[in-house]
């Protein structure tokens, strides 16, 4: 029943229940409707905003595309494991340097370099160490197997990697991207292949994130670019092993980035939420008596 829909007696209506009125339950007055609210702290978006964002979505599917391609050099014999590694250990040392110069002072102070260079030679010490473990690791399990619990975990870091704050990137994301890297480093033909492709699966999955996050706190221009190059080159790798795997991943970069901002603009246009006095209604306790 809508607003003065009942011809009620001269008492006026009050909106309580635990007071018995001369009006049927289901009644309401058009003061009802007075505290009518629409789309009440709906955030309104930028489409280049939102692509912006959308872009670390594009990319990290790219650094997935660019760590496959990696490793079919290697198992193809087109990349050498010293190539490999004389190219990560020189990103390595390039994107620290600018991950310094992108941090402030004081953020610098909290951690020095000595400890990041204990740090990476203590993880590059037992990765070489362990290599002809970890290269005999998954000898008997078929290679099939092997391949589908690579997709699995890499679909999984996908998943799970944290967006909106990548730096550090999350545990679950990291774990699976490197629990990934160790199948498909144990299918490459030495131990030597199998420590240049883990410390390649860091620097992808572990530290590329926390360069990007800076990039995108302290030089948002920089941030846009960097995404776009690893976009160009996930997709330029893939081409010379897989065509239609490049067409693909293209394909599902330029949906992300672009198509999905502008479907939730559209959608959001559409968006009709209605707050009032029919909400459920919240209990703030006041503390100060218990503080007495």
Partial sequence: ??????????????KVLWERQPYPDNYVDRRFLEELRR????????YWAVVREAALVGQQLSCVAIFITLWLYMEQGLLSPERLLGTS????????????????????????????????????????GFSPVLKTLTESVSTDTVYAMSA??????L?????AHPSPPGSLSLNAALFASVCLASRLPGALHTFAMLSCALLIFALWPCLLMRMRDNAPCHFTSACAGVCVAGASGLA???PGGAVLLALAVLSVTLL????LLWLQRHKDNIHGPWDEAEIHEDLSCFLH
Avoid at 1 to 14: E, T
Avoid at 260 to 263: F, S, T
Wanted: proline letters at 8%; hydrophobic letters at 40%; glycine letters at 6%.
């Fill in 260 to 263: 999905c901002p502008a479907l």
């Fill in 39 to 46: 789309n009440e702290g709906i955030r309104q978006y930028q």
């Fill in 240 to 242: 010379l092993q897989s």
């Fill in 152 to 157: 699995v975990m890499l679909l999984a870091h």
């Fill in 159 to 163: 998943v799970s990697f944290p967006y």
């Fill in 89 to 128: 250990l020189a990103s390595a040392l390039l994107g620290y340097g600018l991950y310094q110069v992108l941090t402030s002072q004081l953020e610098c102070k909290t951690r020095t370099r000595l400890a990041d260079l204990q740090s990476a030679t203590i993880f590059l010490s037992f990765t070489f």
């Fill in 1 to 14: 029943m809508g607003p003065d829909s009942y011809p009620g007696p001269a008492v006026p209506w009050r």
